[in-house]
C-alpha cells in the first residue's frame, strides 16, 4: 500500500504556549489546532485547569519525539493555604478537614522528608486510572477512591513568603518544588501539612519550567488565537542532545531509515542537514539511536523527520 501523504497544512516543530488559570490543557490544545491547522499535537504533560503555567506542544511529526524530550525536572511555584484540606486539594474543591495551622519552625522541620525519592498518594481528583476509569470521574461520581502510592523524585523544595496570624501560626506561604515527571504538587502541599499535624491546599499554581524549557519563552494563549503563537524548529523539541550533521549521501540514506557512521559521542543523537550559509539554520532530519555493526558505530534513525523523496 501506498504511503499516504500529509498535507500542506500540516505542520511540524515546537510550541510553547504559557496556560491560564480557568481553561484546561486540552483547550490549549485545540486552540493550537485551530490555528495551525495541525491535528496531530502532543504535550509535555497537562496542567490542572486552575494552574498556570508551561505547557511544552509538539505538532505533527514533531509528536513523535515526546519520548525523548528532556522536559524533566520541571518547577513548580505555588501557594499553600494551611488550616484546611479539601477533596480536590486546591481552592476549587469542597472542604474534607479542618486542622490547626502549623508554625514556621513545624513546616521547616518536616520540610527535609520530602526531598529525595519519596512515596506519594495521588489525589482522588486526578487522571490516574482505576479499572479502567479515570480517578477524577469516580471521585465527581461520588465513589471512594483509593489509589496506591507511587514513588517520585523531589530534587528541590523550598518554602517563603511565610504570611502569620497572630498567635504566630502560618496562614499561608509560598512553595517551589523541582521535581520528576508523575508528581502532584497538590499532594505534596497536603502531605506537608498533615506531617505538623495541620491541613492544607492549594490557592495557586504556576509551572515556570520544564527541562530546558522556560515560560518566559511562551506565548500567551490570546497570542496564540490571535495567529501569533511562533512554531519553533522541531530540532529546538531536543536541546541537549548532541548533533551530527549529514553530507548529502548520508541525507538520502537517513530519510529512507537507513543508519549512518558516527562521529560523535553520545548514546543518542540529532541527525541535521549541513548549514549551507552562515544564516541558514540546519534542520533535522532524524532522531537516532546508536547501535554497535561490525563496521562500527552506527546511529540508527528512531524518528524520521523528512520525506524519502526530499
Known amino acids: 500500500m501506498p504511503r499516504r501523504k500529509r498535507t500542506s497544512a500540516g505542520t511540524d516543530g515546537l510550541l510553547l504556549v504559557d496556560k491560564p488559570a480557568g481553561i484546561s490543557s486540552h483547550d490549549v490544545v485545540a486552540a493550537a489546532r485551530r490555528v495551525t491547522g495541525e491535528s496531530r499535537i502532543g504535550h509535555g504533560g497537562t496542567l490542572d485547569p486552575f494552574a498556570t503555567g508551561l505547557l511544552v506542544l509538539l505538532l505533527g511529526r514533531a509528536t513523535r519525539l515526546l519520548q525523548y524530550l528532556h522536559d524533566t525536572p520541571k518547577v513548580y511555584d505555588a501557594t499553600v493555604r494551611f488550616g484546611a484540606e479539601t477533596d480536590t486539594e486546591d481552592l476549587l474543591g469542597t472542604v474534607v478537614l479542618e486542622a490547626p495551622r502549623p508554625t514556621r519552625e513545624a513546616l521547616e522541620l518536616a520540610r527535609p522528608n520530602f526531598v529525595g525519592t519519596i512515596s506519594q498518594v495521588p489525589p482522588a481528583y486526578s487522571a490516574k486510572r482505576v479499572d479502567g476509569q479515570r480517578a477524577y470521574a469516580l471521585a465527581r461520581a461520588g465513589h471512594d477512591v483509593e489509589l496506591a502510592p507511587v514513588d517520585i523524585e523531589i530534587a528541590e523544595l523550598t518554602l517563603r ?3 502569620v496570624d497572630a498567635d504566630g ?5 509560598q512553595m517551589r518544588v523541582r521535581c520528576g515527571s508523575g508528581t502532584y504538587i497538590r499532594s505534596i502541599a ?6 505538623c499535624g495541620s491541613a492544607a491546599h492549594l490557592t ?7 527541562g530546558s524549557f522556560r515560560v518566559v ?3 500567551t ?4 488565537r490571535a495567529g501569533q503563537g511562533v512554531v ?10 548532541p548533533q551530527q550533521a549529514l553530507t548529502d549521501a548520508e541525507l538520502a540514506g537517513v530519510v529512507r531509515g537507513i543508519d549512518v557512521a558516527a562521529t560523535i559521542d553520545g548514546p543518542f543523537a540529532a541527525l541535521i542537514t549541513a548549514s549551507v550559509t552562515a544564516d541558514l539554520a540546519p534542520i533535522l532530519v532524524a532522531f ?8 562500527g558505530d552506527r546511529f540508527q534513525p528512531r524518528v524520521v523527520m523528512r520525506e524519502a523523496s526530499i
Request: charged share 35%; aromatic share 4%.
Open 161 to 163: 513568603d511565610f504570611t
Open 169 to 173: 501560626k502560618v496562614e499561608q506561604c
Open 190 to 195: 497536603r502531605d506537608l501539612a498533615r506531617a
Open 204 to 210: 495557586q499554581l504556576r509551572r515556570t519550567d520544564a
Open 217 to 219: 519563552d511562551a506565548v
Open 221 to 224: 494563549v490570546d497570542q496564540l
Open 232 to 241: 519553533r524548529p522541531a530540532l529546538d523539541a531536543l536541546a541537549g542532545y
Open 288 to 295: 537516532a539511536e546508536r547501535r554497535i555493526a561490525e563496521s
